[in-house]
């Protein structure tokens, strides 16, 4: 089978992503030597390259594993005669009718996965939507490897003449992550394990250049190379034509190489604006190296999903999209976009991570999240309920009420939610006790012991000493061990506290604070490990707060058009709990201390 690359189709994309991720120029032709390229499936498996089912104990490919390659390498040099069996086929139509899965109608729903398949567009883009345990860096290491191979098979063993590139300017095979130990482990690991387990690499790899997140691959040319400068006393040798390398989003080492294939990890939570570990940036820093490679460059994108924003969702339209011409007829936007979304249990045959399991031993620990990380789903620009509102019923006492005295033996934290002259003003008091579970284990839950929400009255803002009055008064009922508050012009209420001997400190306002406190507080509700009473403004907030995931985590927000339109007392609670969970008293007043001074 030639070494045969086919020419680019005319390029009529115009928008900003299109020059982001799209701009390619035509490959050279082949020269008069062919050599012999074997398909994807045959490379995985065979004993002369990476020999999985020789191996101890032997690598078998997952069905679907084997559908995601044949389908990315269909009709490409080595792969003109792979096609998907009738009983793949099935299974692939088997997902698009019983997964609720995020391809737009308008142009086709999953079937537009079909079609291009179908199609003779050769793939360079690849988008893995996956769920966690879906053997995403598996599949994109077989990918890094097989291109690593088919270099070394251009004609004569020199892929440099075949791409009319300068010698000795390696060409690159990149993995990248948002962070340097993210790229090195699990993915790189994994690249570097198909190579070095695989008899074809065996005589070429470079084992002296090679440092840790490289290797140098010698090709045949190299090897020539390299005879004729020792037979010439020349002491600088070729390192490798071909290097494997791994590199963080933000990292410039990563930018500037010829590239012919790129894996971008965890794309969808790459930043997701502005700054160089953006998914615009990285794209538009990266693509330049592909160009001398045209429609012979592979670009892999894998993540589980986030929200419907960023790079990744825009990719991911962009692989469905058609337009449509006058007379009806239509076409693909992007030919070449290949935008697979699989749940984990249609991709992973273990029974561990079947569908009645995943739901039944994950889904209950967090419902939402569970959408995203082990079901694949894009979550909605419109949001999502932050918590389960069944599981907020469970943790209510219906009997409970709010406390007027406390336990001397509790320790008692209150937080507060400042508002502005418009807003409420919130408190909550939470205390945390010990019990032992089920199985004997020492577990902490935490007790809502009273909630207050002051409402200004038309434009006249909450009469602060009112607020400052009933902490008094509390500390002087419970054994109040810290007062806190969000970072939000507090300071002249937290110096008249101090001043009467009460600990009070502001805690910071910031996005992964937030984070942090409500991830705790979802945890809490979801495993009952919070006891409230019903307070109707506190449940009603939390049954109502929405939430959206982003690229760095998750914005929650309250619908103002909603019954109730505030999270000020959740937001008092999520800080209280935090702070009773992780008994966080960082600020504690001095302690008195006898001095010796001496006599006088």
């Known amino acids: 089978m030639a070494y045969n690359p086919k020419k680019k189709p005319q390029d009529s994309m115009s928008s900003l992503i299109d020059k982001v991720i799209s701009e390619h120029i035509p490959t050279p032709s082949s020269d008069s030597e062919n050599r012999d390229i074997v398909d994807i499936i045959t490379f995985c498996e065979d004993p002369r390259f990476l020999n999985f089912l020789g191996q101890d104990p032997p690598i078998n ?16 040099a080595g792969n003109e005669h792979v096609f998907l069996s009738d009983d793949e086929l099935e299974m692939v139509k088997s997902i698009g009718k019983e997964e609720e899965l995020d391809y737009e109608p308008q142009w086709g729903g999953f079937d537009t996965v079909l079609e291009k398949y179908k199609g003779t567009t050769e793939f360079t ?36 003449k075949f791409y009319k590139i300068t010698p000795d300017k390696p060409i690159h095979i990149i993995n990248a992550a948002t962070s340097e130990g993210q790229a090195l482990d699990p993915l790189f690991k994994e690249i570097e394990a198909r190579v070095l387990r695989s008899t074809y690499f065996m005589d070429k ?3 002296d250049a090679s440092i840790q997140g490289t290797i140098y691959i010698l090709t045949d040319s190299d090897k020539r190379e390299n005879s004729r400068r020792i037979a010439n006393g020349i002491t600088k040798m070729v390192q490798g034509s071909v290097m494997l390398m791994s590199g963080h989003s933000n990292s410039a080492s990563i930018r500037g190489h010829a590239a012919i294939c790129i894996a971008l990890d965890e794309f969808a939570h790459f930043q997701t604006s502005s700054g160089r570990s953006s998914g615009d940036a990285v794209l538009t820093a990266l693509m330049p190296s592909m160009r001398q490679f045209g429609k012979n460059s592979k670009i892999v994108l894998l993540s589980d999903p986030c929200g419907k924003d960023g790079m990744f969702w825009k990719i991911f339209q962009l692989a469905q999209k058609k337009n449509y011409k006058p007379d009806g007829t239509w076409e693909w936007q992007h030919p070449d976009y290949l935008a697979l979304q699989f749940p984990t249990w249609r991709i992973n045959i273990q029974e561990d991570f079947s569908k009645e399991i995943l739901e039944k031993s994950e889904k209950p620990k967090d419902p939402i999240g569970f959408q995203a990380t082990w079901a694949a789903r894009f979550m909605s620009l419109q949001g999502a309920k932050f918590f389960d509102t069944m599981k907020i019923d469970q943790c209510i006492d219906l009997n409970g009420q709010e406390v007027k005295v406390g336990n001397p033996f509790n320790d008692y934290h209150i937080h507060l939610d400042p508002g502005l002259t418009i807003h409420n003003y919130a408190l909550c008091m939470t205390h945390s006790m010990k019990y032992n579970d089920a199985n004997g284990r020492k577990r902490q839950k935490i007790v809502v012991d009273l909630i207050r929400c002051w409402k200004p009255s038309g434009n006249t803002p909450v009469d602060i000493g009112e607020i400052e ?28 506290l101090r001043m009467c001997g009460i600990n009070a400190f502001e805690t910071p306002f910031r996005s992964v604070y937030i984070q ?85």
């Open 125 to 160: 883009h690849l988008l893995l939507v996956m769920g966690r345990r879906s053997s995403k860096t598996m599949l994109v290491s077989i990918i890094a490897v097989y291109e690593a191979y088919k270099l070394c098979q251009c004609p004569e063993g020199n892929p440099h």
């Open 205 to 207: 790899i470079n084992h």
């Open 516 to 600: 942090q406190i409500y991830g705790e507080l979802r945890n809490l509700i979801n495993e009952r490990e919070i006891v409230l009473y019903p307070h109707e403004q506190l449940v009603g907030e939390l049954k109502e707060l929405m939430f959206t995931l982003t690229n760095r985590g998750f914005r929650k927000f309250f619908d103002p058009k909603s019954e109730y339109p505030s999270d000020d007392c959740a937001d008092a609670l999520a800080g209280s709990a935090y702070q009773a969970l992780n008994s966080v008293i960082t600020r504690a007043l001095p302690k008195p201390l006898v001095v010796w001074t001496g006599r006088r």
């Open 61 to 76: 490919l997952w069905p679907m594993q084997k559908i995601v390659l044949k389908m990315f390498y269909r009709g490409s």
């Open 469 to 496: 009055k009933t902490i008094k008064d509390l500390c002087r009922r419970f054994r109040v061990v810290a007062v806190t508050f969000d970072a939000w012009q507090s300071a002249q209420t937290i110096q008249n």
